[in-house]
């Protein structure tokens, strides 16, 4: 935690229609981990998220609501 806020990339303005939410990601989820690479900056989260356009498995870690959570994605 950094200031009494978990480290990673906070997700938010994800609408029901957004791929994201297709994915299993919620408004609030703080995303920790891609494939035990730590996200730790928001330019590292940028690629990341660039890699899911490549597609691919990934097992991503967030934080949601204080809890830990596994979310499996496989991209085509």
């Known amino acids: 935690t ?4 978990p480290q990673g990339l906070r997700v938010s ?10 994915l ?6 703080v995303i920790q981990q891609v494939n035990d690479e730590t996200v730790t900056s928001q330019d590292q989260a940028i690629a990341i998220m660039q890699q899911f356009k490549a597609g691919g498995d990934f097992t991503v870690q967030v934080l949601r609501r204080g809890r830990p959570r596994e979310l499996q994605l496989q991209i085509e």
């Open 13 to 22: 303005g994800i609408s029901t229609s957004n791929p994201l939410r297709r």
């Open 2 to 5: 950094q200031k009494g806020e």
């Open 24 to 29: 299993g990601f919620r408004n609030g989820d």
